[in-house]
T-cell receptor, first 117, second 116 residues
Framework: DTGVSQNPRHKITKRGQNVTFRCDPISEHNRLYWYRQTLGQGPEFLTYFQNEAQLEKSRLLSDRFSAERPKGSFSTLEIQRTEQGDSAMYLC???????????????FGPGTRLTVL | ELKVEQNPLFLSMQEGKNYTIYCNYSTTSDRLYWYRQDPGKSLESLFVLLSNGAVKQEGRLMASLDTKARLSTLHITAAVHDLSATYFCAVDLPNAGGTSYGKLTFGQGTILTVHP
């Protein structure tokens, strides 16, 4: 397994457009996380899935944001009616937490850099 | 609300010198992580500290956790240029029921530059 993958790596969009990002976690990792990172800051938690269930959403995740993880495999993060303040790096991470062989580490993907013009 | 603070935020070191990055957090937790991020890249896991007194070492880096003081340190020994990066600590705060599901709160990051 080559790690967490994210697509696209870069996305430039105009304000008001909708965008969707995809994350493919490491296989057998039951936990999947989305974070947002702005320049010069640490990542901020957005949401978390255990298998296909979305168990936690940050208040940072406005109604314009929605995330899914159908069948507990890949996940998508959609932003509707994008705003310039949405410009950031969107990071996905997966973890095998809860399994006997777990090291409790979250493995991060390369991120999708969103620029809203 | 959990707050995680790192210091210093900027660290310029000479090769061969030693230094320590500090990570303070505001709420009791016994799960702390250190990550490294190179410019334009994602985060690479360095250490996972899961109990009071935990100490882990990898090469020139050593991390420790004092849950009573709510403090973790990342010690750099005999720095080399390849260690130049941004280092983040992150704390996993259990929910009210005591269950931890990996919701990490990150510090601001320490930008480390190692000069010849």
């Amino acid at each position: 397994d080559t790690g967490v993958s994210q697509n696209p790596r870069h996305k430039i969009t105009k304000r008001g457009q909708n965008v969707t990002f995809r994350c493919d976690p490491i296989s057998e990792h039951n936990r999947l996380y989305w974070y947002r990172q702005t320049l010069g800051q640490g990542p901020e938690f957005l949401t978390y899935f255990q298998n296909e269930a979305q168990l936690e959403k940050s208040r940072l995740l406005s109604d314009r944001f929605s995330a899914e993880r159908p069948k507990g495999s890949f996940s998508t993060l959609e932003i509707q009616r994008t705003e310039q303040g949405d410009s950031a790096m969107y990071l996905c991470a997966s973890s095998p937490r809860g399994k006997a062989w777990s090291t409790d580490t979250q493995y991060f993907g390369p991120g999708t850099r969103l620029t809203v013009l | 609300e959990l707050k995680v603070e790192q210091n210093p935020l900027f660290l310029s070191m000479q090769e061969g010198k030693n230094y320590t990055i500090y990570c303070n957090y505001s709420t009791t937790s016994d799960r702390l992580y250190w990550y490294r991020q190179d410019p334009g890249k994602s985060l690479e896991s360095l250490f996972v500290l899961l109990s009071n007194g935990a100490v882990k070492q990898e090469g020139r880096l050593m991390a420790s956790l004092d849950t009573k003081a709510r403090l973790s340190t990342l010690h750099i020994t005999a720095a080399v240029h390849d260690l130049s990066a941004t280092y983040f600590c992150a704390v996993d705060l259990p929910n009210a029921g005591g269950t931890s599901y990996g919701k990490l709160t990150f510090g601001q990051g320490t930008i480390l530059t190692v000069h010849p």
